[in-house]
C-alpha cells in the first residue's frame, strides 16, 4: 500500500435532494455514471496521484455503500463459484483496485459536513499530518498532486480548490449599475466556488471542528479559517462538473458514453 499520499475522506451522507428521482433509491454518490458510481470516479482519479486510503462519511442509505464494497470483486471480476455444503469463490484476473482501503465511516443520518468530518476523524492514521477531503458528486481533472504540494508549502490549515462553474444563464458583464456586456450562456463564469475538492492540515480538525451534529464545514468553520488568514487557495482552470440535478447527471453520463470524460486524464 502506498504510504507516501495521504488518505481521502469523502463525505458521502447527504440526501441529493435535487436528483430526487434518482437517489429516492441511492445516495448521491452511488448513482452511476456508465456502469460505476460517480464515487468510484472520484477514488479512480485519486488512486491515479497514489491515494490508496478512502473515509466514506456515511449516513443516508449507508446500506448502498456496505453492500457495494461488500461485494466489489463480485461485481466487476469475472469470478467462479463450487456450490455445495461448503462453498468456495474465486476470482479470475487482476484487480486495479486490489490495494484499496476504505474505511466505511457511520457518521450520523442528518449530520452536517463539519460534523462529519470530526466524527470520521478518528479513523486518520497518527503520521497523517495532512488528508484530503471531498464531496462525493463531482468529478474533476484536478492536479490532487499538484494541489497538496501547494497545501503543504502553504502552513495554512485548509486549501480549497476553487473553479469555475459551468454557466447556465446568460453572464451579466457590469461596470456599477451598468451592463457592459452580455454572454449568452458561456462555457463558464469568470468568477470561482469552492469545487469541494480540499486539502485539511490535521489541526483543522482540532481549531475549527468539534463532533457536533448541527456543524456546517462551509459556514463557521470555514469563515473563521478565512478570517484567520488559514486558509488558502489552488485555482484550477480545466476540467470541473459537479452533479446537482438531472440535466448535469445526463451531461455526465453522455461524456462517458462517448469515451470523452475530461475526468479520466490522469488514470492508467
Request: net charge neutral; proline share 6%.
Amino acid at each position: 500500500m502506498n504510504k507516501s499520499m495521504p488518505p481521502v475522506m469523502i463525505l458521502c451522507g447527504g440526501r441529493g435532494t435535487r436528483l430526487r428521482e434518482v437517489t429516492e433509491l441511492l445516495p448521491k454518490p452511488m448513482v452511476p455514471v456508465g456502469e460505476q458510481p460517480i464515487i468510484w470516479h472520484i477514488m479512480k482519479t485519486y488512486a491515479a496521484f497514489g491515494v490508496r486510503r478512502f473515509i466514506l462519511c456515511l449516513g443516508y442509505k449507508r446500506e448502498a455503500f456496505v453492500d457495494y464494497f461488500m461485494n466489489y470483486h463480485l461485481r466487476t471480476s469475472d469470478a467462479t463459484i463450487t456450490l455445495g455444503h461448503e462453498p468456495r469463490l474465486r476470482f479470475h484476473g487482476d484487480h486495479a483496485e486490489s490495494d484499496w482501503e476504505v474505511t466505511l465511516a457511520g457518521t450520523g443520518l442528518d449530520t452536517m459536513t463539519g460534523g462529519r468530518v470530526a466524527m470520521a476523524a478518528k479513523y486518520l492514521a497518527p503520521g497523517d499530518d495532512h488528508f484530503f477531503l471531498s464531496y462525493g458528486d463531482g468529478v474533476t481533472d484536478l492536479d490532487i498532486a499538484a494541489m497538496l504540494e501547494r497545501h503543504r508549502g502553504s502552513g495554512k490549515a485548509l486549501t480549497v480548490c476553487a473553479v469555475h462553474p459551468a454557466a447556465r444563464f446568460g453572464e451579466l458583464l457590469l461596470t456599477g449599475d451598468t451592463v457592459r456586456g452580455f454572454a449568452e450562456k458561456p462555457a463558464q463564469i469568470r468568477g470561482y466556488i469552492n469545487g469541494g475538492y480540499m486539502v485539511l492540515s490535521r489541526r483543522f480538525v482540532s481549531d475549527y471542528l468539534a463532533p457536533r451534529p448541527d456543524l456546517v464545514l462551509e459556514r463557521e468553520p470555514m469563515s473563521r479559517a478565512a478570517d484567520a488568514g488559514d486558509m488558502g487557495v489552488f485555482r484550477h482552470d480545466g476540467f470541473w462538473q459537479c452533479m446537482d440535478n438531472p440535466r448535469e447527471y445526463q451531461l455526465l453520463n453522455d461524456l462517458w458514453s462517448a469515451g470523452r470524460a475530461p475526468w479520466t486524464r490522469y488514470w492508467k
